[in-house]
């Protein structure tokens, strides 16, 4: 079994000087749900366009399911770009028989099948140009579900989407995902949806990828911490450790970063005082994903 | 390729676009025949030449502008709607979705050609009688649709990489309509003129270059052998070099 179903390497798309995709090196692990996090313009979309073969590389490589073999590894991919595509003046079903004929899948049912994962199965007649936003939405993850794909590629599928279609989809991918086993990519700006089903993540910024993480990884750089400026670090640490029995404690100058502590605030407070520390400032530094993500889109190092 | 084929046949047969100008095309030489037969009154048809023969030599270049239409419709609203995106990513060739179009557009051409045409000959049949024609004279006839085929066929491959190169429906219909009207009112001539003035050519016509000139010089059951190496050079020429041209840029250029 492969352990990646994508990995990326030196990936550069130039548009008239201007990098769009830089240097990207991707790594999907096969199982992950991957979170493809960047601010409107960051190269997220350029990147999935690499990837699926709309647009060619300036320069590096692709390898999907191990394989260079692009043309052979797009067919165990479903894609969903930018907007669901289909044709308006067919029903949904008719647009996943499109599907099914160019696959060259040979089952029919697949079709009856698909409407019934993706929730359209009582659209019967009804005109795809008649649907709504979530349901062309869903209709476009049926359509890149057709021929049974290992990797799905979701280009902002719950963008302008109401709170109601939002966990429909989100639900219906993390059903994908831990029914059927599909590794899935998706891309998106919105972090709290993201942080709802993602176990792994990568950021995007400029075009470059600022940081590559597990959920676990992710889950100790966010973890909360006191944060406090004292005037005798090194004594406060001492003191910290031997009288709060705490080992996990990161110094920054001045600044200390004490985990595990946010219950005990007042000990901490006391056992600071007993010892004539001085304390400059101290508050509570909560996880937030949000913020972590959002700092390291507007160019903050890779906690990792 | 047999599967995208198979596809584009399916999505082709759910286009409200194709049934209408099918219609239309029809509908033109319904009124057209309508119209002469009126206009006979009550003067014996054959005095004139008219017969079911003569209707369908009519008919069988009726559909010609409705099927510039439907192709330039088809063929970019891969694009516009985004479906491009879809057979792209799912691992298919550019080549093979290129040529999956230009057998699309090869069978637009029969459908619009033939259809048009039996109904022009039923009818013409129906209101003035078939016409007598020898063993020989059908074969010629068949001949003829043949070639009507192909030189519409060698228009519909610049039409398909207009679409591929444009990739806007109104753009490519406004393109493909004004090339059919305007190439021989202004760009040939000019062209003669250009190489009469430059290279002091009189007896060059660019006309004979053209492959839409050839939908009307193979309209005949006895076209001179010139005529018809010449209209089978051009067009075959026509259609080999569009769909390079069309192909190359398809597989070059980034889909955005």
Sequence with gaps: MNEYVLETSNLTKIYSRKKAADSLDLKIRKGDIYGFIGKNGAGKTTAIKLIVGLIKASEGSIKLFDSENLAE????????????????????????????????VKDPKVTDEILNIVGLKDTGRKKVK??????????????????????????????????????????????LNREAGITVLISSHILGELSKMCTSYGVISEGKLVSQTTKEELETYIKPAVKLRVNNPEKAIEAIKTELEISEIESDGNDLYVYGVAERFSELTSCLEKNDIIVESIYNQQGNYEDYFINLMEGGKNNG | ??????????????????????????????????????????????????????????????????????ISLFIPSEFSLGTIKNMISS?????????????????VVAAYTVLPALVAFSLGSFLWG????????????????????????????????????????????????????????????????LVYRWLKIDSFS???????????????????????????????????????????????????
Excluded at chain 1, 152 to 166: A, M, Q, R, T, V
Excluded at chain 2, 219 to 241: D, H, W
Aim: with cysteine; glycine share 10%.
């Design chain 1, 130 to 175: 008649n649907f709504s936003l979530g349901m062309k939405q869903r209709l476009g993850i049926g359509l890149a579900l057709v021929g049974d794909p290992e990797f799905l590629i979701l280009d902002e599928p719950i963008n302008g989407l109401d709170p109601k279609g939002i966990k429909e989809i989100r639900d219906l991918i993390i059903k």
């Design chain 2, 1 to 70: 390729m047999v599967n995208l084929i198979k596809a584009s046949f399916y999505k082709i047969f759910r286009m409200k676009s194709f049934y209408i100008c099918g219609c239309l095309g029809i509908g033109v030489v319904i009124l057209y025949l309508l119209s002469v037969n009126s206009q006979l009154g009550d003067l014996p048809p054959a005095l004139f030449g008219y017969t079911g023969v003569k209707a369908l030599m009519y008919g069988v270049t009726a559909g010609s502008l409705f099927c510039t239409i439907f």
């Design chain 2, 206 to 256: 660019s006309e004979k270059y053209w492959p839409y000139t050839y939908s009307g010089e193979f309209l005949a059951l006895n076209i001179n052998q010139e005529t018809l190496v010449t209209g089978l050079l051009v067009c075959t020429a026509a259609i080999i070099i569009s769909s390079l041209i069309g192909a190359l840029t398809f597989v070059k250029r980034d889909i955005k």
């Design chain 2, 130 to 193: 078939p016409g007598e024609l020898s063993r020989g004279d059908y074969l010629s006839l068949i001949r003829m649709v043949g070639l009507i085929i192909l030189a519409e066929f060698a228009m519909q491959c610049l039409f398909i990489m207009v679409g591929f190169l444009v990739r806007r429906s109104g753009g490519t219909v406004a393109i493909n309509l004004v090339s059919i009207m305007g190439t021989r009112v202004f760009i040939l001539p000019l062209i003669d003129s």
């Design chain 1, 73 to 104: 590894g797009r067919q165990k991919i479903g894609v969903v770009i930018e907007n669901p595509a289909y044709y308006p003046y067919m029903n949904a079903k008719q647009n996943l028989e499109v599907q099914r004929l160019m696959k060259g």
């Design chain 2, 91 to 107: 691992g298919k060739s550019r080549l093979s979705i290129y040529f999956t179009k230009l057998i699309m557009g090869l069978f």
